[in-house]
């Protein structure tokens, strides 16, 4: 069975950068995308960014380009999002995802971490 384990969260100021992590574990992984979602307090889950793992597509969420870059290292098995410029409405959860689409809904992605809080502080 695969995992996905992210890490990176923390408590920043606005302004600052962060950069989260996910390793993937477990059987060969055959998935066509990872990407990120996140959940505010109150809100729905929200698409962030996703990249198909074998070519290295991108597609990141229009209002976050600029400021979220999504990558990922195969040698290593691990996803990254790195995010620069942090703003207040950019406290969540951070949740690595795992499907075959590189732009979806939740649901239509099989495999999820478990998350990593982000809080900014304005």
């Known amino acids: 069975q695969v995992q996905l384990e992210e890490s990176g969260g923390g408590l920043v100021q606005a302004g600052d950068s962060l950069r989260l992590s996910c390793v993937v574990s477990?059987?060969?992984?055959?998935?066509?995308?990872m990407g990120w979602f996140r959940q505010a307090p109150g809100k729905e889950r929200e698409f962030v960014a996703a990249?198909?793992?074998?070519?290295?597509?991108?597609y990141v969420q229009d209002s976050l380009l600029g400021r979220f870059t999504i990558s990922r290292d195969r040698s290593k098995n691990t996803l990254y999002l790195q995010m620069n410029s942090l703003k207040f409405e950019d406290t969540a959860a951070y949740y690595c995802?795992?499907?075959?689409?590189?732009?979806?809904?939740?649901?239509?992605?099989?495999?999820w971490g478990h998350g990593t809080q982000v809080t900014v502080s304005s």
């Open positions: 995802v795992a499907g075959e689409l590189l732009y979806g809904r939740p649901d239509e992605y099989d495999l």
């Open positions: 990249i198909s793992w074998l070519g290295g597509s991108t």
């Open positions: 477990g059987r060969t992984f055959s998935s066509y995308a």
